[in-house]
């Protein structure tokens, strides 16, 4: 598995599409975003706690 982003940037990816009123549905993310999801499960144990993680910080 081929990671490109650090767990910071899966983040800031994350907060970004929440700002800008982005779906967090984890079906669309894995067909429009692939990247950001695999770096995300790799760093989190679910697509879910990556975005609790970003709401928290």
């Keep these: 598995m081929d990671i ?3 767990s910071d940037e899966v983040i ?3 907060k970004q599409l929440q700002s ?3 779906k967090m549905n984890k ?3 894995k ?3 692939p990247e ?3 770096s ?3 760093y989190f ?3 879910e706690h990556a975005v609790k993680n970003a709401e928290l910080l």
Aim: hydrophobic fraction near 40%; charge should be positive; aromatic fraction near 8%.
């Design 45 to 47: 144990p679910s697509w």
């Design 36 to 38: 950001l999801m695999r």
């Design 4 to 6: 490109t982003m650090a």
């Design 27 to 29: 079906k669309q993310i």
């Design 12 to 14: 800031s990816r994350i």
């Design 20 to 22: 800008g009123g982005g």
């Design 31 to 33: 067909q429009q975003e």
């Design 40 to 42: 995300a499960l790799y």
